[in-house]
C-alpha cells in the first residue's frame, strides 16, 4: 500500500480521465495543480529533473507564445489555445511531478509500472464492457451523451474505459505498453499482452495496428527466426481459440469493428473491394487532404480547426489540421519537443525508443491529431527521462539522498 497513491497518480496522468463539457476545464487546471503540489514540495529534486528538460520546456514556450499570438493578434481559432494548454504545460508539469515522485518512492523500473498500470486500464475496460450499463454511463460521463456519435461508438462496441480520449489516443498508449510487455522477460508477459490487446479493439484500432507495425520492427530487428515463428504460431493458435471458443461471440461488434479496418488498409494497398471504396483510409490519403491554398496560409495557418469541420470540409489528419490552423512555423514549433527526443535518442543509440516516437508520430497523427487527442507527448517525455536519461535521474536520486 506504500506505493498506491503513486500508481494512482501513475495511472491519472497516463490515461488522463476527464469530465467531458464545462467540467472538462476545471479537471485539466486540476491536474495541473496536482503537479504544481508535488513541484513545489520537492524544490530541490524537481529543479534537477527540470534541468534535463530545459530544451524542451524552451520549445514548448515558443509554441505558446506563438498560438496566444495567433489567437489575440491575427483572430485564429481560440480553441487552439486551450489545447494547447492542455496538450503542452500540463503533461510536462506532471512529468516533472511524477518524475519527483518515482524519485521519492524509491521505484527503479519504470516500464514495469507503465505496463502495471497498463493492465489495470485493461482491466477496468474489460470489466466496463462485461456491465454495460457501467460501462454506458462512465463513458458518457468522460465523452459526453450529446449527438449521434459517442451514441453510435458506444453501439458499435467501442469506449470502455476509464481514460481521456477512449475512440484514439487511449489505445495509441496501451499499444506502446503491450509493446513493452511483450519484451519484458515475465511468466505473465503474454495475459498482460491479451488483456492490453482486448482494451484496445474495445475502443479504437489505430492502437493495434501500431502495436503490429511495432512488434514487426522488433521481431525483424531483434529477434532470431525461431522466436519469430514461435511468436506467429502463438498468434494463430490464439486467434483459433478465441473463434472455436465464445470468446468471439462475446466480442463479436468489437472484433467485426476491428476486422474492418484490416478490410480498408487492404483496400487501400492492395486496391482490393470489401469496403466498395468507402473506407476511412480512402478518406485519410483523398479527401481528408485539404492542403493550404496560398503562401500566407502555408506559413501562417488560415487560423481554422478542421476536425469539426469549416464550411463544409473537414479532416481527421493531424498534419492537416496544423497546417490549417497554424500554418508550417506552427507545425515546426509543435514538433519541436519530439526532434529534441529523437536527436537525444540517437546520441544515445537508444533505438528502440527513436522507433517508437516515429511510427507513433507517423501514424498516429496520420490517423488523427496525436497532439490534442492523446497523451503522447507525456509519453515521450518521461521515457526519455526514466529510461534513456536514467543515469542522471539516478544522480538526482542519490542527491537526494546525501
Known sequence: MKNFWYFVYLYLTIYVPVIAGSARKICILLYLLAALIIIFRNQKISA???NQCKVIAFAIFCLVLYVVTNVFIFHADPMILTATFS???????????????????????????????????????????????????????????????????YDAGRGYGFAG????????????????????????????????????????????????????????TNSSIRQTIKSFVAIIILVAIIIETGVYKEFQESLDWTLEGFYMVSDFLFNTKYTNGFGHF??????????????????????????????????DVGLILHLQWGGMIYVFLLLCPLLFLIKEGIQHKSWWYVTIILMTLLLG??????????????????????????????????????
Open 365 to 402: 497523427d496520420w490517423k488523427g491529431d496525436l497532439f490534442t487527442q492523446s497523451n503522447f507527448l507525456f509519453i515521450a517525455i518521461i521515457l526519455y527521462l526514466l529510461k534513456i536519461k536514467k543515469y542522471e535521474i539516478d544522480f538526482c536520486r542519490y542527491s537526494r539522498i546525501q
Open 87 to 153: 496538450m503542452t504545460i500540463v503533461p510536462f508539469a506532471s512529468v516533472i511531478a511524477l518524475t519527483t515522485l518515482f524519485i521519492a518512492k524509491k521505484r527503479t523500473d519504470f516500464i514495469s509500472d507503465f505496463i502495471k498500470v497498463a493492465v489495470i486500464a485493461s482491466t477496468i475496460s474489460i470489466i466496463l464492457y462485461l456491465i454495460p450499463p457501467l460501462g454506458k454511463s462512465i463513458l458518457f460521463l468522460l465523452a459526453g451523451d450529446e449527438g449521434d456519435s459517442i451514441r453510435r461508438f
Open 48 to 50: 534537477k529533473i527540470f
Open 165 to 220: 480520449s477512449l475512440f484514439f489516443g487511449y489505445s495509441i498508449v496501451q499499444a506502446i505498453a503491450a509493446v513493452f510487455a511483450i519484451k519484458r522477460k515475465s511468466r505473465y508477459k503474454y495475459l498482460f499482452v491479451i488483456m492490453i490487446l482486448i482494451s484496445i479493439i474495445l475502443n479504437a484500432r489505430i492502437g493495434l495496428f501500431l502495436f503490429i507495425i511495432l512488434l514487426a520492427i522488433h521481431y525483424f
Open 282 to 315: 480512402n478518406g485519410l490519403a483523398g479527401s481528408f487532404l485539404i492542403w493550404p491554398q496560398n503562401i500566407q496560409e502555408w506559413v501562417m495557418g488560415k487560423g481554422i480547426y478542421l476536425l469539426y469541420g469549416y464550411k463544409g470540409y473537414s479532416s
